[in-house]
């Protein structure tokens, strides 16, 4: 079973990664919905990365 997902500390990696697929997503002006159709996962998982409170795999990073 997964482990809960937790806020880091703003400059954890994962809150940088986050921080730069958002940046990413917005300049290329696409939603979070669309990314989300696109690679197969939700919405709501895309904006839990985006957040930096998800901990993903680089399987998951390379598809976004």
């Known amino acids: ?15 940088q990664i986050g921080k730069r697929i958002r940046e990413i997503r917005r300049s290329k002006k696409i939603t979070q919905a ?5 690679t197969g996962l939700t919405q709501q ?10 901990n993903i795999s680089l399987d998951t990073l390379e598809r976004l």
């Open 34 to 38: 669309n990314i989300a159709r696109g």
């Open 1 to 15: 079973m997964r482990q809960p997902s937790r806020p880091l500390a703003q400059g954890s990696l994962r809150a």
């Open 45 to 54: 998982f895309v904006s839990k990365i985006e957040q930096g409170t998800e």
